[in-house]
């Protein structure tokens, strides 16, 4: 199943830089992980925002939950969830 997500970041002014540069490279990975192993499709820097566009190609809601729950970043994110089917105008062959 193919999801939109939009994340947007909202780190507290008062988290101490050493805290927030360890919490973003392990976001860093876990976000490397999942699109090497073809879960995470896209990620889009929205210009101008700390914030992305994202595209997931998951099992179902639940494998969605436990990934955007895993986010090192989750507690500093709201995030926006929008479930995607084919278009039937779409000349692609497949859905990717
Ligand atoms: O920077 C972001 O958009 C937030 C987050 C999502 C993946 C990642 O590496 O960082």
């Known amino acids: 199943?193919?999801?939109h997500v939009r994340m947007d970041v909202h780190l507290p002014r008062d988290l101490?830089?050493?805290e927030a540069a360890e919490?973003?490279?392990r976001e860093k990975a876990y976000s490397q992980a999942l699109?090497?192993?073809g879960k995470w499709r896209h990620i889009w820097r929205l210009a101008?925002?700390?914030?992305n566009f994202s595209i997931f190609?998951?099992?179902d809601n639940a494998e969605l939950h436990e990934i955007l729950?895993?986010?090192?970043?989750f507690r500093f994110m709201k995030i926006t969830v929008t479930p995607l089917l084919r278009h039937p105008s779409s000349i692609r062959e497949d859905d990717s």
């Open 1 to 3: 199943m193919l999801f």
């Open 23 to 25: 919490i973003l490279a």
């Open 35 to 37: 699109q090497h192993s």
């Open 57 to 59: 190609d998951v099992q």
């Open 69 to 73: 729950t895993g986010l090192p970043l």
């Open 48 to 51: 101008g925002e700390y914030a």
């Open 16 to 18: 101490p830089p050493e």
